[in-house]
């Protein structure tokens, strides 16, 4: 199973990105996606996740800017983030739960002041 991540980039603060990754391979459907970050020198968190029923959780600095959802495929999810800010900047990593946990490679998020 591999995650393909992309979407990252350069933006200015109060841009917008869209991240999107996709799994290929072997592995079922309705599984729980999400996207982690991880900020030079800081640990990775949690940013935001979509359970098998569709219900979502972010952590408390994204809500209201972050939309997590799912693509028409399967295991296929997207980060819509708008106003962002320059605490957003990180390598953006999605993951898929099924059973066990598959990431993707990471992709680069910079927001510039």
């Known amino acids: 199973v591999q995650l393909q991540a992309s979407g990252g980039g350069l933006v200015q603060a109060g841009g917008s990105l869209r991240l999107s990754c996709a799994a290929s391979?072997?592995?079922?459907?309705?599984?729980?996606l999400g996207w982690y970050r991880q900020a030079p020198g800081k640990q990775r968190e949690l940013v935001a996740i979509?359970?098998?029923?569709?219900?979502?959780h972010y952590i408390d600095s994204v809500k209201g800017r972050f939309t997590i959802s799912r693509g028409s495929a399967e295991n296929t999810v997207y980060l819509k983030m708008s106003s962002l800010k320059p605490e957003d900047t990180g390598v953006y990593y999605c993951?898929?739960?099924?059973?066990?946990?598959?990431w993707g490679q990471g992709t680069q998020v910079t927001v510039s002041s």
């Open positions: 391979g072997s592995i079922s459907s309705g599984n729980i």
């Open positions: 993951y898929i739960y099924a059973g066990r946990t598959y």
């Open positions: 979509i359970s098998n029923l569709d219900s979502t």
